[in-house]
């Protein structure tokens, strides 16, 4: 079964940029799914990110779009983030997760990153 | 604050019933997909319902969802110690062009 294993930097300085990678096994991810970004703030809520397509079309969440991309690797099966000039406020859990009809799933485990100097 | 709008706490007994509801607008729940998700204390979100009412292979038929108009319910029957958990609704919003979320709910099973 599809398996998704986030990786990257625990902490990131402020006004850098996050990145992530969400490496995918058991399936493809030419497969015809989305493929989704989601964190979770400390004691918080979820909140989309995005999701990207194996085409390399994209859709943001609007109050991230303008710090937001996110792009696909074929050649590596795997996907990634990249969060420009964070803050502390963007200190969270990130998940990546395959979307189908409405849904995501399964999810990966989740990286804490925390923006610090 | 959440798009779609979920109550904070629920709580019951073992073996009784709960329900947990999701109030959205035309715009998400009413003319999209519904899902919900379990987050155990510690660990990623997993899906529970997708498509407003299945369960995917592995859930158990304790767990039901439904959708009428702008609003969705995820129900639990035989609640167990382990459904202690944080339960979170999901759909698409036409007019944001987003995926939201509600803002969870934590349940009690006391």
């Known amino acids: 079964q599809v398996q998704l294993q986030e990786s990257g930097p625990g902490l990131v300085k402020p006004s850098g940029t996050l990145s992530l990678t969400c490496a995918v096994s058991?399936?493809?991810?030419?497969?015809?799914?989305?493929w989704s970004w989601v964190r979770q703030s400390p004691g918080k809520g979820l909140e989309w990110i995005g999701e990207?397509?194996?085409?390399?079309?994209?859709s943001y969440n609007p109050s991230l779009k303008s710090r937001v991309t996110i792009s696909v690797d074929k050649s590596k099966n795997q996907f990634s983030l990249n969060l420009r000039s964070v803050t502390a406020a963007d200190t969270a859990v990130y998940y990546c997760?395959?979307?189908?009809?409405?849904?995501?799933?399964?999810w990966g485990q989740g990286t804490l990153v925390t923006v610090s100097s | 604050q959440s798009v779609l709008t979920q109550p904070p706490s629920v709580s019951a007994a073992p073996g009784q019933k709960v329900t947990i509801s999701c109030s959205g607008s035309?715009?998400?729940?009413?003319?999209?997909?519904v899902s919900w998700y379990q987050q155990l204390p510690g660990t990623a979100p997993k899906l529970l319902i997708y498509?407003?009412?299945k369960r995917p292979s592995g859930i158990p038929d304790r767990f039901s969802g439904s959708k009428s108009g702008t609003s969705a319910t995820l129900g639990i029957t035989g609640l167990q110690t382990g459904d202690e958990a944080d339960y979170y609704c999901?759909?698409?919003?036409?007019?944001?062009?987003?995926?939201?979320f509600g803002g969870g709910t934590k349940l009690t099973v006391l």
């Open positions: 990207v397509y194996h085409s390399g079309s994209t």
């Open positions: 999901a759909a698409w919003d036409d007019s944001l062009s987003a995926r939201v």
């Open positions: 498509e407003n009412n």
């Open positions: 058991g399936g493809s991810i030419s497969s015809g799914n989305w």
């Open positions: 997760g395959r979307v189908g009809t409405g849904w995501v799933a399964p």
């Open positions: 035309s715009s998400n729940i009413w003319s999209s997909y």
